[in-house]
Each structure stands twice: as C-alpha cells, then as structure tokens.
C-alpha cells in the first residue's frame, strides 16, 4: 500500500490536499477532507506529507501523526503512545474551571499530555499547576504543555510523586484516571489499543480500580472545601459516586449530552459541616 500510496501523491503533485484525500478515503478514514488538511498543514516537504499519509492510512491516530490535537481551544502537543485528549474530556475541563478560582493549587492526576491542566491554567489565572503520571513518555509531553503556565509535572503513581507540602492545601483534583474495564480493551477502537499505552487505558475488571485509588487518598490531599473531579462512563457514575462517598466525599454527578459525557465531583466537607 506504501508504494501505490506514494505514487498517488506523486500523480497530484499539484493538489497535496487531493491526493491525501484520495489516499486516507482508501483507507476507509471518515473525516478524509478535514484530516488532510491538517495533515498538509503539518508537512514540511512533499516527502514527509506523503509519509505522514502513509502512517494515517496504516491507523496511526491523526493526533500521533501531525503531533498536537486541540482542546479547549489551546494546541496540545501529543507524542506518539501517548494518550490523546478526547473531546469529551472539555466537559471534565469546563467543570473543574468552574469551580477553581485565581490562586487555586490544582493537581491533574494521570495527565497523560497535561490537556486538562494546561485548560485549567489557560482558564483560571493564576494557579499553582502540579501534575503528574506513570509513564514516562507523558511526562515528558505534559511537561511541554504545561510549562508556559508555570506548571510542574512529576513522574510516579499517581499522588505518590507529588511534594509533601501540597498535603491540605490542593482546591482542585482533576482526574481522568482509566476506566474502561479490562474485557472492554479489545472492543476498543484500533487507534486507541494499538496505538496508546495500556496503563492509560485499563481500569481494571470494574473500570474503576483506579479511581478507587485516587479517591482514597484524596482527602489528605484536599482542603477544606476543595474538590476532586473525574470522568467516568455514565454507568459506572453510580458507583463512582459512591467510592467518593465512602471516602469521606460530598458527590454529585454532572452529565452532559451534547459531549456524550459524565463526570462526578467529589468535595471534602469543610469542618464545621462534618461535625
């Protein structure tokens, strides 16, 4: 397919956008016109666009080809196996902007490319920006995305790398921790399971393995009247829901269907109310 690939764009040596067009509508993409012009804006040469067609009609996802995806409005570098910030995740951003205020200390706990605290910071300024994840090669990314607004970003599990001090005194914890089910992986479309990292994926045999976690351990992170924020299915909500309650957490549950998302908001009771 490489070759016939290259010869394609050869034909259209005067309509780049044509013949990507011609060669990602082959390979079955949906969005061919939208996508090739993306990925002619990205290519420095004719060679590299040709390569760059090559790699999308093989199923590398667009985001991993031209090396950013837009959220909220800003331009996410994303590196390859690295997971892409989907659309729906802008309804996780909005609700945590809402509820951060100038000065907040944030956490955006698995970052994956830092999109929701890079969103967060672009947002709300200023904010003290902490983030952190387990895989290296995010790391690296998020560090990218959140450095022009002065954003910190760790390596380690999840709140394990985070500085002792931020113990009490976070306002907002923004997580899109996994949470497709372990049997769900392989129902998952190519470009995701084959192109990003598992550990970014699996939430274990419920989906929520690693919320469970996040939560737990949120209330010695959080102040008083501070707030953890996930995105989860819409029904594994219920659940989740539940997890924040058992872990000390006043939840509710935020849905929205125009982004086809849901997102529960735990918050940690101020003293006076607790009592």
């Known amino acids: 397919m490489e ?62 080809v031209i090396g950013w995806a837009e959220f909220c409005g800003l331009r996410i570098a994303v590196d390859p196996g690295v997971f892409v910030p989907r659309r729906r995740s802008e309804f996780l951003a909005r609700q945590a902007i809402a509820l951060a205020r100038p000065g907040t200390v944030a956490v955006d706990l698995c970052c994956g490319s830092g999109a929701l605290g890079a969103a967060l910071a672009a ?24 450095a022009p607004y002065g954003g910190r970003v760790y390596e380690g599990d999840l709140y394990e790398p985070l500085p002792a001090a931020l113990r009490g005194r976070v306002g907002i914890v923004i997580a899109n921790a996994p949470y497709v089910p372990s049997e769900a992986i392989a129902l998952m479309p190519p470009e995701a399971r084959l192109h990003e990292a598992l550990v970014a994926l699996d939430g274990g045999t419920d989906g929520l393995d690693v919320q469970r976690r996040v939560a737990a351990e949120a209330p010695r992170w959080l102040a008083e009247g501070g707030h953890l924020l996930v995105e989860t299915g819409e029904r594994q909500a219920p659940q989740t829901a539940d997890l924040f309650a058992r872990c000390g957490l006043l939840p509710r549950v935020a849905r929205s269907d125009d982004w086809d998302a849901t997102v529960v908001i735990g918050t940690l009771r101020k003293a006076q109310e607790s009592g």
């Open 3 to 64: 070759a016939r690939n290259r010869n394609d764009a050869g034909t259209h040596a005067n309509d780049p956008h044509a013949s990507v067009v011609t060669i990602l509508r082959a390979a079955g993409c949906v969005f061919a016109e939208e996508e090739a012009r993306l990925l002619v804006a990205a290519a420095r040469s004719p060679d590299e666009l040709a390569a760059m067609a090559d790699r999308r009609a093989a199923g590398f996802p667009l985001e991993h």
């Open 123 to 146: 947002a709300v300024r200023p904010i003290e920006l902490h983030a952190a994840d387990v895989d290296p090669a995010a790391v690296q990314c998020a560090r990218r995305n959140v």
